[in-house]
């Protein structure tokens, strides 16, 4: 006879659990808050996370079927994570609530009704390599001329057009604020756009933004649609809520309308990501379109000490537009000032950052507790190279090390060629940045330069020039060529001697490599910066094989001394990371590093004299600093070294000058150590 087995719901057993034990006063009203709208202000490290999971515990307790509730998060680990969470606490199976990221949820319902705006429900969904395939075949057959002035390559107008989709911004209005040095051509990248739009639909595919794009676009078109999900998802609950664009802001209200119930979990104080789209006026005028709205805040922090806390609350309220909220904390006792500590020179800020790192690790703190946070990833050069001639192992989570970097390496690959013109991969590298030249055509041009008198001679007097110039490269290439030809001219003296690296550096990008870089890459501003600090710091060297010689030493370690199979938090390394990258970690020890104008803050930020912008780097400073938990150290060196200006003074950061010098406590550096 069959056995009887009884599959148990959340209305099944009301869970058991003591809300008001479990949780502070300030989570308890958010979690059993009643329906409607609701926004919740969740400070830094002030358990946003247990929030979301006790609300969806209380609401599946109250007997709100599972499969009623929606929880839109930003990564599919965390709603992973939540529902685990959840189904723990309550003992019973969740896998009927709807929980994902935007764009998981929007795939879900693309599935069901893709026939309605002329898909086929067995779509593909392309990666970003498949975007970039595709891109390229629409750009292949347009007959757009691309030679005579560099047009976007496709990984470019990939994110030209995600850019446009998120913001739900016009083509041109995207253009123009984002990429000027495109308007040019903007008739011919909005063409693309078209024709790129007409394939994905001919051949039954979609994007990545497409997935959350066309799902909104349904729910616009077909009033049914938008009634049916209305009604399924009777509660909907977003995380980080400060972090959402106007495609995913339009999304949510339409799910939702006026009258639904909306719990919006966020900080407006950690948004930090107007980069690629997002808008901190979502937060900031939720009550606006939810008249009805209540807000709860969250304000006590499980993380710092006082002493940090303090700071954090007094640089954040010069900001004019935020929902005002004060931090405190639960831990208690006496804690550490942070320390505001002026060095000469950027070399001098390394020895120290190093130094004082190598003191707490004897002190007993893990390497894996410590972090140095900076505002971008060139601030990173000076700490990488003393931490790797000391021996204290890193992990970088901004992104490649320094010197692996793809421009990094392709500038080094003019300056390897100019002084050994024997070198056959530097060649291969260099020539291949020519739009019109690939594998094939580098590998005859580099049996051509073989053969030549210039590969062969002692000294190239007279420059490269007549030897590139008489060799056979694609029509198309032809310009690019050339002007190559003059640049690697730059790098040479006339009796043939290597220019010193920050004069090779400079030739090198204001030659070629520029205009590569802004049709190559999305980030062309950050590679720029990368490649100014590079030239600066070659400055200090008279002799172009010496510096090279330091870049090889140095990134042979770099790769002995990377674990590739270890996570962050699994090797016992000090992180090094970009602010950006920092929200949502925390160390024991942070060194917040840079800390002077036009470096943190932005210097763009600063010469456009946008408050929007100020805010924002306020915000990014904010968070950097939230994430210490015992010690936090304020750096920046007072003189820094530049290639074309020489020594410059530098002031110290606006963010730093906001906060009453009784909140931290000085240290004078005797640079004789260093």
């Not at 959350?212 to 938008?226: F, G």
């Not at 929200?583 to 917040?592: I, M, N």
């Not at 943190?600 to 929007?612: L, Q």
């Amino acid at each position: 006879m069959p056995r009887e087995y009884t599959l148990h719901t959340a209305t099944d057993h009301a869970p058991h659990i003591d809300f008001r034990t479990e949780l502070n006063e300030q989570q308890h009203e958010a979690v059993v808050s009643p329906p409607g709208q609701a926004l919740v202000i969740a400070g830094a490290g002030s358990g946003k996370t247990r929030t979301l999971i006790y609300r969806v515990a209380y609401l599946l307790g109250n007997g709100v079927p599972p499969e009623r509730i929606l929880l839109l998060t930003f990564t599919n680990k965390a709603a992973r994570e939540m529902l685990e969470r959840v189904q723990n606490l309550l003992s019973i199976e969740t896998g009927r609530l709807w929980g994902g990221t935007f764009h998981s949820i929007g795939n879900r319902i693309l599935r069901r009704h893709a026939e309605r705006i002329g898909y086929r429900p067995g779509f593909s969904i392309m990666d970003r390599e498949d975007q970039k395939d595709l891109i390229e075949a629409v750009v292949g057959s347009s007959g757009i001329e691309t030679g005579s002035y560099r047009f976007p390559k496709a990984e470019v107008l990939g994110d030209i057009f995600s850019l446009a989709a998120n913001t739900c911004a016009p083509l041109h209005e995207v253009i123009r604020s984002r990429y000027p040095y495109f308007q040019q051509v903007e008739a011919a990248i909005h063409e693309v756009q078209e024709h790129y739009a007409r394939k994905k639909q001919e051949t039954n595919c979609v994007d990545f933004d497409d997935l959350l794009a066309l799902p909104a676009r349904l729910l616009r078109e077909h009033s049914d649609l938008m009634e049916r999900y209305r009604q399924q998802f009777e509660f909907v609950l977003v995380d980080e809520y400060q972090d959402t664009n106007q495609l995913q802001c339009d999304f949510i209200d339409t799910l939702v309308g006026e009258n639904g119930n909306l719990m919006a979990v966020g900080d407006d104080a950690q948004s930090i990501y107007s980069w690629r789209g997002a808008d901190v006026a979502n937060i900031l005028n939720f009550t606006k379109r939810y008249p009805r709205a209540r807000t709860c805040k969250i304000e006590t922090n499980y993380r710092s000490v006082p002493e940090i806390l303090a700071l954090a609350n007094a640089a954040i309220a010069r900001n004019r537009a935020q929902i005002q909220k004060n931090l405190r904390a639960a831990r208690t006792g006496k804690g550490t000032l942070p320390a505001l500590v002026p060095l000469d020179t950027p070399s001098a800020q390394a020895a120290f950052v190093a130094q004082r790192i190598l003191e707490l690790a004897d002190e007993g703190l893990d390497f894996r507790e410590m972090a140095v946070l900076y505002r971008a990833h060139f601030h990173s050069l000076e700490i990488q190279m003393e931490l790797t001639n000391r021996g204290i192992p890193f992990q970088i989570t901004s992104g490649l090390r320094f010197f692996e970097q793809a421009h990094v390496k392709d500038v080094a690959a003019f300056m390897k060629f100019a002084v050994n013109r024997s070198d056959e991969v530097s060649f291969m590298r260099l020539v291949r940045l020519v739009p019109g030249i690939g594998n094939a055509s580098a590998a005859k041009l580099w049996s051509e330069w073989t053969k030549c008198d210039g590969a062969r001679a002692e000294k190239l007097t007279g420059g490269f020039s007549p030897h590139l110039h008489a060799m056979k490269v694609p029509k198309k290439a032809k310009a690019t060529w050339d002007q190559f030809a003059y640049t690697l001219d730059e790098l040479l003296d006339p009796e043939g001697r290597p220019a010193p690296p920050a004069a090779m550096i400079r030739s090198i990008v204001e030659g070629v490599y520029a205009d590569y870089m802004k049709a190559k890459f999305n980030n062309f501003e950050q590679r720029e910066q990368d490649l100014d600090q590079l030239s600066s710091y070659s400055d200090r060297f008279d002799d172009t094989f010496e510096f090279l010689t330091q870049l090889a030493l140095v990134s042979g370690v770099d790769a002995d001394n990377n674990d590739p199979a270890a996570t962050p938090g699994e090797r016992d390394a000090v992180t090094l990371t970009t602010a950006h990258q920092a929200k949502g970690l925390e160390w024991q020890a942070v060194f917040a590093v840079w800390l002077a104008d036009g470096m943190f803050p932005h210097k763009r930020a600063i010469e456009g004299d946008d408050e929007e912008s100020i805010e924002e780097e306020r915000r990014l400073f904010y968070v950097t600093v939230t994430r210490a938990k015992d010690e936090l150290y304020l750096t920046y060196p007072v003189i820094h070294h530049q290639a074309r200006d020489g020594d410059v003074l530098q002031r110290p950061s606006r963010f730093i000058k906001d906060v009453p010098s009784a909140l931290m406590e000085q240290w004078n550096v005797r640079s004789g150590g260093f």
